[in-house]
Structures are given as C-alpha cells and as structure tokens.
C-alpha cells in the first residue's frame, strides 16, 4: 500500500544493512533528517501480506542526494564535489564514513581520491610551452588539470569524459586520465568540460548509483520507467515476506528479487523453481522416466523394439528390460519374466520408479502454472472486449460509464487472482506434506474454482433483458474473488511469519 500521506521531500537517512536487524521482523525506523521520510513499521501493516512502499522520481533521488551531501559538507568541512565523492566511496553509509573519517581523514581521501591541498578551485587556462601527453599539440590550446596537476589540452580531457560517460557507462568511478594516477572526478570538472547532453547522462547515471548502492531502493524494472520505489524490507526477511510494490507507473514487482508480482512464493522458492522450469535439468528427468540404465556401466539405454533381452553397446552386459535383472537368471524364455522379484533388479526398478513418480509430480504442478499463465494472459487481452461491451451497455441501456465499470473490476481482479494462483503451484511444489499443506491447497482450490466462475461470466455474452442479473452476478462473484484470494495470502504470510511452512528443496 501506497504511503500517500507522506511529503515528496521527505527521504530515508542512511543506506547500509547494517541498519536492518537480521533477526527482528520489524524494521529499525531512520531519522527523517537526511533522507527519505520515515516507514510505518511492519507490525502496523494494514495487512499481513502487504508491505509499506513508496515510488519516487528521479527528482526525488536528485533531492535526497543533494540533502545528505550538504550535511557532509557542513559535518566535515569540505567543499560539495569532494563530500559527494565521500559520500560515494561509502555507498551512501554516512555513519560509516564519519566514523572512518574520524579515525584516519587522509586515509579515508587517499582510498577516495580526493586530493587535499589550499590551492583554488581548478579551471580552464592557457599554459606557455604546453604540449598535451595525449595527441601531442604543443599549439596556443586550453588546458584543464585537477589538484593532482596531470594537464591536459580541454579537447582530450573532454573526449576522454565523454568516452567514460557515454560509452563506458561510467560515473562514480571515473578518474584523472595521467598515468596510475587515482584522483577521482568530481561534477565539477565534468560539468566544466562535457556538453550539456553527456552531463545529464552523467546525472542520470549517478542516481542510478545511488540507487544501485542501497538496499531500501530498487528501480522500477518496467521498460521507460524512471522511477524507484522505496521499502523498508532487507534481504534477510525475505523468507518471511513477499514485498510486492506497486511504481507509479501501476507496475506490479517484487521489490526482494526485481520480478514481476509473485505472491504467494518467497524469492527463494521463485528462483529455484524458474531454474529447473528453464534449465536441462527436466530433460534429465524426462530421460530417467523413458529410459533406463545398464546394471553394470549405469550407461542410458532406451528401448527401440519389442524384444526384452537388452544388450548394452558399451559393455556388452545382458540384462532383462523388465526387471533388469541378469539375463542369464530367465532361461529361454525371452518375452515372460518369470523371476520378476529376482534381487538383482531390485535397486534398478525402485530408482525407475521413483524416476517416473518425480516427474509426475513435476507435471502435476508445472502443468497447472503454465495453465493459469497462459490464462492471464487470454484474460488480458479481455480489456479489450470488456470496452467494447461497457460501450455496448451504455448504448443499450439506461447505465453510464461509470456504472459499467463492474466489468473492468472483475477483469481486474481476475489477472490478479490469475497471477497469484499461478505462483502457489510452484511454492507447493516445494512444500512437504503436512496438515497445514491441506489447508493451504483447499484455499488454493476455492480460489481457483471462483476464478473459473468469474472468467466464465466475464466472457459471457451480454442480452439486454439480463444486464441487471449479469451485473450482479459479476459484483458479488468478483468481491466473492476478491476475499478467497485475502484468505489465501493472510493464511501464507501468516504461515512465513510463524515459520508454519516446511520446504523440500
């Protein structure tokens, strides 16, 4: 839920994990002085599965940087260029660099590159006698050096930025062009030298820093979007927690992991279970359920004819397809296994059969995950049906527009209820069975039958004489949706937050 109340100006202090207790659920609450606003803890969640988020524009990221290095400045007596260098260095860690900085200051500037000296602030000037260790031009040019005095002509000093910036993608990290030379750019010099086009590249790019660098921010993975969204959820309560956020831009994400909404299943659940949907290791299993191995050599051998006297290619062992016991045990007989509980194919069968029973299992489940996302993805393209029939119900009836929209709601709740069924197929896929595991699938299958009663009436054609039946029928199954889904979450965040649940993994 969206934390609408609070001041666009308002940001969180500090940035490090450090400030997340490891331990404790709820989050250490930060001073609103030098950062973004201060978070409702999560024991006054509104409910269980939700978390306290809030999206903010690169403005806003603009803003919060500009506060804490004013307040580095005024704490340590430095100049703007050189606190945002600091401030960088320690990936926003404040506390760490005052505690740092008041042990060993010309330590902590020599690891930042920042060079000390009394001289004035440098600029652009023409020096007698130059030639420029770069392209070597010894005519009348315009030279810039930082406080390390490596000069260069203005020309190769800013294609130089602009290279870094541009190509390179760099921004934090750029550095003096002179040979081994540290001293870290500050914005100065790059706002000095580079068009205005690359700076603001730079600019952007710094923001992207300063949000890559802190675990209570994460940018919105939508395509275009520029903005990030702010939770106070560390990666250690992300196994008892989804952070599901919502950006301005009405994308739904995981704020843990950076992937689309994924409740009810932890990150960790969810990664692990995209690993073995996208990787071999299914084909692996497809091969142990439709193959088996040679007794001897353990060599993959698959059936190609009728006859059940195999014969391996690579070491020539024989050996009964059936009961893969030896072959010399069943006589003559090639096609009636008469010693089907010989010992010898015992360990054979019982590794085949478990081989087959896994990936039923599997299908069981991945089945019906591809099915609901396929689904969703039909009940979006629904949007667009559903405003040709609210077009069509104001034309042949006496509703406005904003009375037709019972038909956007259920299609609404529908693609969310979609989603969240498909993602507790693959967090029971991994749950061991117990009594709180029947629970949760008989939430699952009341969900799920709801959602097929919903679709269907959605899909429904639309006759005039049943407008007002079909109306209702679609507000009371679509909030009947609406509360089988609350039930299903506040059943399994309750059950992450008690450690209810038991993972096979």
């Avoid at 896929?429 to 629970?439: C, P």
């Avoid at 959602?451 to 005039?464: A, D, H, T």
Wanted: charged content about 30%; glycine content about 4%; hydrophobic content about 30%.
């Amino acid at each position: 839920m969206s934390m609408g109340s609070l001041s666009d100006d308002d940001m969180f202090d500090n940035m490090s994990d450090k400030d997340i207790s490891e331990n404790d659920s709820e989050v250490d609450l930060y001073d609103d002085a030098d950062g973004f606003d201060i978070i409702v803890s999560e024991k006054d969640r509104r409910k269980a599965w939700e978390v306290d988020f809030r999206p903010h524009s690169e403005a806003d990221i603009k803003k919060s940087q500009d506060k804490q290095i004013q307040e580095i400045c005024d704490l340590l007596g430095q100049n703007k260029e050189n606190s945002a260098i600091l401030l960088r260095h320690f990936r926003w860690d404040k506390d760490r660099l005052i505690e740092k900085y008041m042990e060993d200051s010309e330590r902590v500037n020599r690891q930042a590159g920042i060079i000390e000296s009394e001289e004035a602030a440098p600029h652009i000037r023409k020096v007698t006698g130059f030639m420029c260790d770069i392209c070597c031009d010894d005519e009348d040019v315009d030279t810039y050096a930082m406080l390390c005095d490596h000069r260069f002509c203005v020309g190769c000093y800013s294609q130089y930025l602009t290279s870094k910036i541009r190509t390179e993608g760099e921004s934090q990290k750029i550095q003096c062009p002179g040979d081994k030379c540290r001293a870290a750019v500050d914005e100065r010099t790059v706002r000095l030298l580079v068009d205005n086009s690359t700076y603001d590249r730079y600019i952007t790019l710094l923001n992207r820093t300063y949000v890559d660098g802190n675990i209570l921010l994460r940018w919105c993975p939508a395509p275009e979007c520029e903005y990030a969204v702010e939770c106070a959820i560390g990666p250690k309560q992300l196994d008892h927690i989804v952070p599901t956020v919502v950006c301005t831009c009405r994308n739904r994400f995981c704020f843990g992991c950076g992937l689309p909404d994924h409740q009810p299943s932890i990150c960790r659940l969810v990664k692990l279970w995209i690993k073995k949907c996208e990787d071999d290791s299914e084909t692996a299993n497809w091969i142990s359920a439709h193959t088996k191995e040679c007794p001897k050599c353990n060599s993959t051998i698959e059936k190609n004819g009728g006859c059940n006297h195999m014969t391996c290619r690579k070491c020539k062992n024989e050996f009964c397809w059936i009961c893969m016991g030896s072959w010399s045990e069943h006589g003559q007989n090639y096609y009636n296994c008469n010693r089907f509980e010989e010992k010898s194919g015992v360990d054979a069968r019982d590794a085949q059969t478990k081989s087959r029973a896994s990936l039923e299992r599997y299908l069981h489940y991945y089945n019906r995950f591809a099915n609901h996302e396929q689904s969703a993805k039909l009940d979006r393209e629904l949007y667009k049906r559903t405003e040709k029939k609210m077009l069509q119900l104001q034309t042949t009836s006496d509703l406005s527009w904003v009375e037709c929209q019972f038909l956007s709601s259920g299609v609404d709740i529908l693609c969310e209820a979609r989603q969240t069924l498909k993602w507790t197929y693959a967090f029971a896929f991994y749950l061991a069975r117990d009594n709180v595991t029947e629970l949760f699938e008989n939430n699952q299958r009341d969900l799920e039958m709801a959602v097929e009663q919903l679709s269907e009436l959605c899909e429904k054609p639309i006759e005039q004489a049943d407008i007002s039946a079909l109306k209702q029928q679609i507000l009371d199954k679509t909030a009947y949706v609406g509360s089988r889904r609350e039930v299903l979450l506040k059943d399994t965040a309750a059950g992450l937050q008690e450690e209810r649940w038991t993972y096979i993994v």
